[in-house]
């Protein structure tokens, strides 16, 4: 495709007529006509100097930079359509407007397009449908025989203006047709929309799939989810499909349910008869009609409205009605669709004009503040916005108005007080939609006693809970109808996990929750009950034997637990940690292992000695304090920080010691031995280990004597090149494993054989060793072990002479163990990335690498392993003797000013910009 065109562009959009039905009847034969028609129509716009944008189900999106260019390559097309001959016989629609074009990503985007789509739409197979701005731009260019027809004004769905449209005629093409299908050819009264339709294909499709089916459709939602606006597109589908009309009853300006007869009799013209129950009236009329209703915003006359719903349906076989509300009417025959927040963007990387949210943000700024447009800049902001208000479409659409105060920076700087934020909707709304506030306040108030006091108290939760849960803070009297009474009413949401249910407001309730649950001053009895619940769940699951250095627990399902409540156990660490240290300190014990098994450990870090220093001076605690120092130990070591992990286990070693609890002290001085290790004191290694190695075998604790053995083979080669010792500590470690039972354990083991098996220079026992030990680690959900699997066959790799394979696993890695937290990890993979590229003739690129490697280093404090120290000597000695002393310099002062992010991109071949020095 070449560049495309910008400015004013013509847009044409085709579409097959009936192209469902075709499908359904010849499924075989489509697939060779619709290839046919596509290369009809790419020759026929590509002829005429257009280009295809896309193809678009079974149509082709195509611009021109002139209209009639255009109008040549649609009068082109359906004359080789009308010859091709094709079976099935396929007639096409095409729709042509002139506009402003909006090109982003290679995509177009604005009203232009939309229009040019509505005038498509509301055609005929074998029609040419042209806007007034086309028709006129291209009249006096048409050939002799070839005229327009004036077919007047026409309302278009989702357009605000309506269009004065043509039909071009050419005497060789069909030229009689029906009248065209837009709102104005058919009886109904919905409201022109001012605004744009955003987004909603998924939905509307499953919508009319599940009306075709059903006589009652009631689309629920909280409140500012799109229900109405969906309903109304909905309804604008099915015109051609009620020959007696499609009508709107709005309901929301009524309080007295006693009113919704007369109002729906008054949208249907329909007038009170002496002696008759209005009633009675409406349903004579409706009896014999083809009809939609729409029933818009039942929530506050529910019971009404199912009763008159009820009536009309038994009463009327040809009716069918949308309901729209915050809850289901609950009547025989009634079809539930729950309409979902707008599409949200993962990450603020992401064209955030493929999702809906950020489409509404960026449509509803632009018309609020003309000067508005969507930035690099200001792209990760907009999805934040449209992320934190859950894709709320009402919150959104306020949030976009507030570009003309503020950037999109500050209104998400904002959001914490978005209730204070989010006001001055449209003055023509209804009261409850102008500020994000009155929606929800809307709703509360629907809310009697129980389902209030429920929603204020689970606002509590972090993350979703579940049903136990939920009962252990709203109270057992309350939980069941109160819970029940927020799912109804669209203000709960409920998911199925692992077979369960699982409950979770959107974050904009829970935010309003929070300051009811703050002002009804139940805040304190509520948090304490939810520390209280997940600090009793968590001690209630069975007793584990730890695996590794008080940490690592296998138990899959366990650990997932955790995982599903991670924010929650999040907030009541925060809560305890600062009303509750006694409780936190128990609770940090159990989600520290959590954190460690799954890799969270900057995390654990920070938590341990948070709730360490508050815990301190808390009496008889030793024994808990010594464990919590086994997490912080465990954790720093993960992440290269030895000297505070040494010095944590040694803390937790001397407060074992005061109690007797040589257990504890056994895997604390494992984890010193470890760190020893890295720091290269091996004498204090051996000296922890002999000790640790004792208490294992005296305990009779057969994994912790696995894991001690594996460390002393570690110890072995590292330390003292003994590689027939280190042999013969993992093989004896690895004999245990059936009395072990531990993935761990048996993980870690078969990790020290394969690092013994790859010194010896047996790389087929390496490679299997190291590729059985991470796919363990994959199962238990251990990332950090399963990385450092990869990473150490790289190592074998590399020292036996292959390169390619090792670049390849060291590229991979790190992004890996940067999303991972483990900058250490970071730094050593990219030095040995550039002892690689330094013996493939990239020595300047090695050197740029190794001096942002240096630099992460510094910042983090990383000291080398004393073998890894030995191998940076003598790599960057190789390195002088291929450089000059002013490139080397000039290529390592490069990469000392580098991000790590920055460093990562060079490392895996995404180059910075040369400097022109090199």
């Known amino acids: 495709m070449g560049k495309l065109p910008t400015g004013t562009v013509t847009f044409l959009f085709t579409d097959i007529e009936g192209s469902t039905q075709l499908w359904e009847k010849h499924p075989e034969a489509m697939k060779g006509a619709l290839a046919r028609h596509d290369s009809i129509l790419r020759e026929a716009i590509e002829a005429n100097g257009g280009q295809v944008i896309k193809t678009t189900g079974d149509g082709i999106h195509g611009v021109f930079e002139k209209a009639v260019d255009a109008v040549h390559a649609t009068i082109m097309a359906q004359r080789a359509l009308k ?90 093409l069909q030229n009689e047709f029906p009248p065209i299908q837009s709102l104005s ?61 499609v009508w709107l009853v709005e309901l929301a300006p009524l309080s007295d349910p006693a009113l919704i007869p007369s109002t729906i009799a008054s949208v249907l013209q329909l007038h009170e008869v002496p002696g008759l129950p209005l009633m009675t009236i409406v349903i004579d009329y409706l009896c014999a009609k083809q009809l939609l209703l729409i029933l818009d915003n039942c929530e506050h006359l529910v019971e009404a409205s199912a009763q008159i719903a009820d009536q009309l349906l038994h009463a009327c076989p040809q009716l069918k009605i949308i309901a729209s509300s915050r809850e289901a009417l609950g009547i025989d025959g009634e079809t539930v669709y729950r309409v979902p ?85 449209s003055r023509t709304a209804l009261p409850r939609q102008q500020t994000l506030r009155a929606l929800i306040d809307w709703s509360y108030q629907s809310l009697n006693e129980t389902e209030q006091r429920a929603l204020r108290r689970l606002a509590v939760f972090s993350g979703g809970w579940t049903y136990e849960a939920g009962e252990a803070v709203v109270g057992e009297s309350d939980a ?22 699982r409950y979770r407001f959107l974050e904009t309730i829970r935010q309003y929750a929070m300051e009811k649950l703050l002002e009804s001053g139940e805040a304190i009895e509520s948090r304490d009950r939810h520390l209280d619940y997940f600090l009793q769940s968590t001690q209630q699951a ?23 409540e991670h924010d929650n156990l999040r907030a009541a660490l925060e809560w305890s940690a600062s009303n509750h240290p006694d409780k936190a300190l128990r609770l940090i014990y159990t989600v520290g292992n ?10 654990a870090r920070g938590w341990c000695q948070t709730i360490l220093e508050r815990a301190k001076p808390l009496p008889n605690r030793e024994g808990e304090l010594a464990r919590v120092y086994g997490i912080l130990g465990w954790s720093s070591i993960a992440v290269g920080d030895h000297k505070t992990g040494r010095e944590a286990a040694e803390m937790g070693i001397a407060l074992s010691r005061k109690i007797d609890d040589t257990t504890t002290m056994g895997r604390l001085l494992g ?67 059936p009395s072990v ?157 580098l991000t790590m992010d920055e460093a990562i991109a060079v490392a895996t071949r995404v180059d910075l910009p040369d400097d022109g020095n090199d």
Not at 542 to 564: V, Y
Not at 750 to 760: D, E, H, K, P, S
Not at 837 to 861: F, H
Request: glycine share 6%.
């Open 741 to 897: 039972q531990n993935e761990w354990a048996t993980a870690f083991s078969l990790f020290g054989m394969a690092r013994v098996a790859g010194l010896m220079g047996d790389l087929r026992t390496a490679r299997a060793k190291f590729l059985e030990s991470a796919d363990l680690a994959r199962k238990m959900g251990n990332k950090r072990q399963m990385y450092s699997c990869y990473s150490e066959l790289a190592h074998v790799l590399r020292e036996n002479g292959d390169l390619e394979e090792p670049l390849a696993i060291y590229q991979d890695l790190l992004p890996k163990w940067r999303d991972l937290g483990h900058r250490a990890a970071v730094a050593h993979e990219l030095e040995c990335i550039a002892y690689i590229l330094s013996k493939k003739d990239e020595a300047q690129r090695a050197v740029t690498i190794l001096g942002a490697a240096d630099t992460l280093r510094k910042r983090i404090g990383s000291v080398a392993t004393p073998l890894e120290l030995a191998e940076y000597e003598k790599e960057v000695t190789a390195l002088r003797a291929i450089l000059t002393e002013d490139t080397l310099k000039r290529a390592w002062e490069r990469g000392q000013t």
């Open 671 to 737: 984890l010193v031995a470890l760190a020893s290790i890295f720091q290269g004191d091996f004498p204090a290694a051996e000296n922890a280990l002999v000790d640790a190695e004792r208490i294992a075998r005296q305990t009779g604790l057969d994994s912790q004597l696995a894991t001690v053995l594996t460390t002393r083979a570690q110890l072995a080669f590292a330390g003292y090149g003994d590689l027939v010792q280190a042999k013969a500590y993992v093989e004896e470690a690895l004999s245990l494993a």
């Open 341 to 425: 927040s707008l599409s949200l963007p993962d990450s603020p990387y992401q064209s955030l004009m493929e999702y809906e949210s950020t489409q509404l943000f960026i449509d509803r700024a632009a018309k609020a503040e003309p000067r508005f447009h969507l930035t690099d800049h200001n792209a990760s902001s907009i999805a934040q916005i449209c992320q934190r208000l859950d894709g709320i479409p009402l919150a959104i659409e306020l949030a976009a108005a507030r570009v003309k105060l503020f950037t999109p920076e500050q209104i998400a700087e904002r959001l914490d007080d978005r209730f204070k934020l989010l006001t001055g909707g």
């Open 185 to 245: 050819a058919f009886r109904n009264n919905l409201p022109p929309q001012l605004t744009s339709f955003i987004g909603r294909e998924r939905e509307l499709q499953a919508a009319q799939k599940l009306l075709a089916s059903t006589r009652l459709l009631t689309l629920i939602g909280p409140g500012g989810t799109g229900k109405t606006r969906l309903s109304l597109r909905l309804a604008a589908e099915q015109l051609s499909e009620f020959k007696d009309g």
């Open 542 to 564: 069975p007793q584990r034997e730890q695996k590794i250095f008080g940490a690592l627990p296998d138990d899959t399902e366990w650990m997932d637990h955790m995982e599903s």
């Open 83 to 172: 010859d091709s001959k094709l079976n099935p016989p396929i007639k096409v629609r095409m729709g042509l407007h002139t506009g402003e074009a909006e090109l982003r990503a290679d995509d177009y985007h604005g009203q232009a397009l939309n229009r040019a789509a509505r005038m498509m739409a509301v055609g005929h197979g074998g029609q040419i449908l042209l806007s007034s701005v086309t028709a006129e731009l291209a009249r006096e260019h048409l050939p002799a025989e070839v005229s327009l027809l004036d077919l007047g004004e026409h309302r278009l769905r989702d357009l605000v203006r309506s269009e004065h449209i043509f039909q071009l005629l050419a005497p060789d």
């Open 480 to 501: 069941l109808d109160g819970l029940l009474g927020l799912v109804n009413k669209s203000l709960v949401n409920v998911e199925e996990q692992d077979g369960k249910s």
């Open 594 to 603: 959590f954190w460690v098994g799954r890799d969270y450990n900057v995390e």
